[in-house]
Structure formats: C-alpha cells, structure tokens
C-alpha cells in the first residue's frame, strides 16, 4: 500500500473551530454535514487504498481474536512448503504406475497412461465395490458419478446410490481428501479405462487395483524414491513463498510462539525447509530461527488422538536421543508424540494455539474433535475458484434470478391447480353455468402459459448451471458446490475449520490482533 494513496491529514481536529471554513449561510451544508462527509470521504479512500486482493483474503467461520492466540503451529507439506502441484501430482502418478509394473506384475501398458490434471479435485469418494469416483452434496446425495472416464447417466447413479444411505466411515469407500491422494484417484480411472475399453477385460476386481495403487503410492514415500527426486531438484517441485518469511517474523514480532508440526521425518523437513527460509532474512541465517520448536514424524491424525511421548532428535545427526524427553528445549526438534504431551510441556494449550494445515481430515478435523485448538485451514486451489467467481459473477447473479424466478412460477402453478381444481368442482355441480366454462378456459391457458415459462426458466437455468461448472472444473465443477448445494468437503470446510485461506503468507496481510468476524449466519426462513 503506498503512501501517497492516503490523504494527507493536514493536523487539524475535525472539532476544531471552525475559523476556515466560510461563514455558514441559510441554504449551505452545516459545520457537521461538511466535517461528517470529509470523514466518510476518508474513510472511503482509505478504504479503497488498503483493500486485499480478494484472492488473498482470509475467511471467517467462527469469530477469531488474533490478539489472544499465543501459539500457532503448522504443519509442513501444502502449508508452508506450497508444492508446484501439477509436477508433484505427475511425478507421484508415473512412481505409482511403475511401481505396480515392477513390483505387482501389472501390464506395462498402464506406463503410458496420461495424467489428466483436470480429472481429479479435492473431496471426491472412491467406490471401490463399483469401481466408480463420485462427488457427494453436504446431505449425503451423490451427485456427478464416472467409472473410468465415463459420466454415469441419472438412472445408472439413482440405481447404485439411492437405495441406501452413503457410510464414508466403511471400508468399501475412500475418500479423497487430500492433495497428495489426487493422483490415485486419477490412475484409478485410467487403468480402469484401459483395462474395459482396451484390453477388453470382462470382469474386474476393482478393491484389489484401488488397494494396489494406494500400496504402490505407499511404497515411493516409504522407500524414499519420491522424497529424494524432490531434494534433488526443489525448484521443480516446491514454490518457496518470497512473503512467508516476513508472515513468521511477523508474527514472532507480535510475541507469537511458533512451531512445526509435520508427518514429514527430519531430513525431509530439513531440506525442504532450509530450501524454503534459509538466508531469506538477515536475521534469520537458518530456518530454525524462526520456529521455538519442531515437531517430526508426527503421524497425524494419531498425534490428536492417541497419548504417546516424544524422543528427541539430534538434528546434527538426524538419529533418535535414546532419552526420556521430560521437557522440550527451545529450537528442539522432537520426533511422534501427542498433543497431551505438547500441551503438558509446552503449555499454553486449548483455545490459545491456532494450527495451520491443508489436510481436512488429519490437520482440522481430528484437532477440532480431539482439542479445543483453533484451526486455519490452507486451501491451495482457493485462489483459483475466487478468480473465477470474480470471471462469473454476472452468470452466478442470472443464475439466482432464475431460481428465485422458478420459485414464484411454481408457487403460481401450484396456486392456479387449486383454482382450476375449485373452478372444476363448481362445473360438476353446475355443468351449463358458462361463466364457469370461460373461468376455467382461462385458468387452463394461464397454467400452460406458466408451466411453458417455468421449463424455458429450468432449461436457461441448467444452461447457465452447466458453463458454471464448466469453468472450474469439466468433469466435478466447484471443489466446494455440487449443484446449488454445498459438496460433501465444502460442508467440512464449514463445520471445522475456523478461518481458511489459499497460502499461509496471506496472514502478512493482518495484524497480530486481528478480530476475524463471521458472517451473520442466516437460517432459510429468515432469508425468505
């Protein structure tokens, strides 16, 4: 924000007399109305001047004081280290496939599968009894249904899914709820794809391929394959943030305790983020500086719910200190864990630490059900979605003009039915009354005339719907929406997480004692 976008206070109080202002006359503005609308100029043209970018904007679901927060915590991978996602998502697709070739005896056919990026989004559900991949409303309704690449038409989905109640806690099920599992999902699709459409195979087991690829995507992060062509070329793989070493010093600034809390082993959370912070700031020679603690192999979402201790690790080494941790040092790196450990020896716990994670599940849910921590979840793909809801906000305003419009038709049709239902009983009693037969010739034409209105309005309606979704995603449309409802992963985004934003650097844009304010929640009645 530049300077010279402020108006210059000119050192005067607005309840200063009023000796340069011209003598007030019958007709003029008061001394009041003109100090009054000075300020509302002001405050306007500061407004304006210090605006975020919306795309940067951190959202509110439950009221947040900053300024009453005295540890944040994140975790590494998606939330500090930012991944070029694509390139991640390429690399763990071509590992995964290989891995199945070599290990598992698959066709070598599945090596030259392509890797849709535009296939596969955050909060979709993998049917493994089907061999399907689904996206589900926040009211358990499954809407959009592919198996392999084909869209399931409304009567093959009502047919799998509408005679008993979706369980996403049971085995047959897999939900997609983080980033990294995105590239499973899509080889999933794909190999059912060839395998049906060109090696004409009749009959699959499609639970044995979903747990073969997710055993095979398993295998390249335990074998270290995927971590190490990462450190061997960070630039291709992780896009360090230029203002995330100003949020943390920020933040430190304001007297805000901050550690690391990651899944991720000590040598990759030290590559990575010596890659990402060190040498950034001059204060800050190594990335350790920024943080008073370091929590590794943390094994989230059992860190929330399970009590373990923590073993010490040399960071010089990299091995485990064959002591009993009874306190953790300053700058001390600490390996698994519990947040009943953490909280006894590092207090202060509950409501005073904020987590900052990507992982819907591992970082916010089960924190949000197993402590009192507040939460900031990181949504990468927001910013994107925010762009193209700032592209399509004439479409999406038409859009809700015609559902509005569709409510009044129907409610008029429905109307109308009750008086030609009326009008039709008086004719049975009365059969040669002809002011009755001209009452319901007219009431026929008026309902056909409304019922024509109401399918030219759903049919512009579900035009309109369709080049929404188009625009953010081909196949599943908004990570967020299914149909007009909020999707399964958006309905999570709003119970559990407090604030969430695309990138941890966005907090740069707030003060350390922000007050972040909800929106006033609205029930439908109260809106009608």
């Known amino acids: 924000m530049a300077d010279a976008a402020i108006p210059a206070y000119n050192g005067r109080s607005m309840h200063d007399g009023p000796s340069e202002l011209p003598p007030h006359t019958a007709g003029a503005p008061s001394h009041d109305a003109l100090a009054t609308a000075d300020l509302e100029a002001r405050v306007e043209l500061d407004i304006e001047a210090t605006a975020l970018d919306p795309t940067r904007r951190i959202f509110v679901n439950r009221n947040l004081r900053l300024e009453q927060i005295r540890q944040i915590g994140f975790d590494m991978d998606y939330t500090l280290a930012p991944y070029v996602k694509r390139n991640l998502e390429a690399l763990s697709f071509q590992l995964t496939a290989e891995r199945m070739v070599k290990v598992l005896g698959y066709p070598e056919d599945i090596l030259n599968l392509p890797y849709d990026k535009s296939f596969v989004v955050r909060g979709l559900v993998v049917d493994k009894r089907f061999g399907n991949i689904f996206k589900m409303d926040s009211h358990g309704h499954v809407g959009r249904v592919y198996h392999g690449r084909d869209k399931l038409s409304k009567e093959e989905r009502r047919a799998l899914y509408r005679s008993a109640k979706v369980r996403l806690a049971a085995t047959r099920y897999h939900w997609v709820d983080t980033l990294f599992a995105l590239p499973e999902a899509a080889l999933f699709a794909e190999i059912i794809e060839l395998y049906e459409k060109v090696l004409k195979v009749k009959k699959m087991a499609y639970w044995k391929l979903f747990d073969d690829i997710r055993s095979s995507i398993d295998l390249c992060h335990r074998d270290g394959s995927l971590k190490a062509i990462i450190k061997a070329d960070m630039p291709r793989y992780i896009e360090a943030d230029p203002e995330l070493p100003q949020t943390l010093h920020k933040l430190r600034s304001a007297g805000k305790r901050l550690f690391v809390l990651t899944n991720s082993e000590w040598d990759y959370t030290d590559a990575v983020m010596s890659y990402m912070l060190d040498g950034r700031l001059a204060e800050y020679p190594s990335w350790r500086n920024y943080f008073d603690l370091i929590l590794v192999g943390a094994q989230k979402p059992r860190f929330f719910r399970e009590h373990h201790t923590f073993d010490r690790v040399d960071p010089h080494t990299g091995k485990v200190v064959a002591t009993e941790v009874t306190?953790?040092?300053?700058?001390?790196?600490?390996?698994?864990?519990?947040?009943?450990?953490?909280?006894?020896?590092?207090?202060?716990?509950?409501?005073?630490?904020?987590?900052?994670?990507?992982?819907?599940?591992?970082?916010?849910?089960?924190?949000?059900?197993?402590?009192?921590?507040?939460?900031?979840?990181?949504?990468?793909?927001?910013?994107?979605?925010?762009?193209?809801?700032?592209?399509?906000?004439?479409?999406?305003?038409?859009?809700?003009?015609?559902?509005?419009?569709?409510?009044?038709?129907?409610?008029?049709?429905?109307?109308?039915?009750?008086?030609?239902?009326?009008?039709?009983?008086?004719?049975?009693?009365?059969?040669?009354?002809?002011?009755?037969?001209?009452?319901?010739?007219?009431?026929?034409?008026?309902?056909?005339?409304?019922?024509?209105?109401?399918?030219?309005?759903?049919?512009?309606?579900?035009?309109?719907?369709?080049?929404?979704?188009?625009?953010?995603?081909?196949?599943?449309?908004?990570?967020?929406?299914?149909?007009?409802?909020?999707?399964?992963?958006?309905?999570?985004?709003?119970?559990?997480?407090?604030?969430?934003?695309?990138?941890v650097s966005n907090l740069l844009s707030y003060s350390p004692t922000q007050y972040f304010r909800a929106p006033r929640h609205w029930m439908a009645h109260e809106k009608a």
């Open 327 to 503: 306190r953790l040092e300053h700058r001390g790196v600490y390996r698994g864990g519990s947040i009943k450990e953490l909280e006894r020896l590092s207090p202060p716990s509950g409501d005073q630490v904020l987590y900052v994670g990507d992982h819907i599940y591992g970082d916010i849910i089960r924190s949000k059900r197993d402590s009192l921590w507040r939460t900031l979840l990181i949504l990468e793909e927001l910013e994107g979605e925010l762009h193209l809801a700032q592209d399509m906000r004439r479409t999406q305003a038409d859009l809700e003009a015609l559902e509005e419009h569709r409510g009044l038709l129907d409610h008029d049709i429905v109307a109308l039915k009750l008086k030609l239902q009326a009008v039709e009983t008086s004719l049975e009693a009365h059969p040669g009354a002809e002011r009755v037969h001209e009452a319901r010739r007219a009431l026929r034409q008026l309902l056909d005339r409304k019922r024509r209105n109401l399918r030219a309005v759903v049919q512009r309606r579900d035009f309109l719907s369709q080049q929404v979704d188009r625009a953010y995603n081909p196949y599943w449309g908004s990570t967020f929406k299914e149909g007009s409802d909020l999707s399964r992963f958006g309905e999570q985004v709003e119970d559990y997480a407090c604030l969430y934003t695309s990138r």
